[in-house]
């Protein structure tokens, strides 16, 4: 029987990876692309994906999850339902793209956070880590504490750095490297 993290990479290798010419949303032009949607919006993927995550972290450390919308969202869904179901629930959020301009106008959805709310930011596919820094200044502006940022997959092309130089430690499940290796089972 595959463990967790092996069954992750063959589903995301068999219907998640693509190769071509494609323009990412760090603006970075790529030969291949991870359609992380596919693997997320997956009961198994999900499942699977929340597992990893939730055991890289400290979530008893932790009072929310969450990240920004689109990427995020099932995620950060995944990961605080199966944290509840572990009897150590964890609360998530959602960071809007911009401020809605209606009701309470904010870029934050979610529980309220507490005071001095210790966060992860969750993404899917980390390049520059452009993505989650928006989503970091926001929680930041709302006072908490953003420990970790955690992903899929890091491209390793900055975005690790980008967080370390602010302090906040980045996991992901999975390097470009591993993704571009052949599979060997």
Do not use: C
Request: proline content about 4%; aromatic content about 8%; hydrophobic content about 40%.
């Amino acid at each position: 029987m595959l463990h967790d993290r092996e069954r992750l990479l063959q589903l995301i290798k068999a219907r998640a990876f693509k190769t071509g010419d494609f323009t990412l949303s760090s603006g970075k032009k790529s030969s291949y692309y991870l359609n992380s949607k596919i693997i997320t919006l997956d009961a198994e993927g999900a499942y699977l994906v929340a597992k990893i995550l939730i055991g890289m972290l400290p979530i008893e450390q932790l009072d929310a999850f969450g990240g920004m919308t689109l990427g995020a969202d099932p995620i950060t869904g995944a990961m605080i339902a199966l944290s509840y179901w572990h009897s150590t629930p964890v609360n998530g959020f959602i960071i809007r793209k911009e401020a809605k301009g209606h009701g309470t106008e904010s870029q934050y959805e979610g529980p309220p956070l507490p005071n001095n709310a210790k966060v992860a930011i969750v993404e899917d596919v980390v390049t520059t880590g452009k993505s989650a820094m928006k989503a970091i200044e926001v929680i930041e502006a709302l006072g908490a504490e953003v420990k970790y940022v955690v992903g899929i997959v890091d491209r390793q092309e900055g975005g690790r750095e980008a967080f370390e130089k602010k302090g906040i430690t980045f996991l992901s499940i999975f390097t470009k490297d591993e993704i571009l290796a052949p599979l060997t089972n």
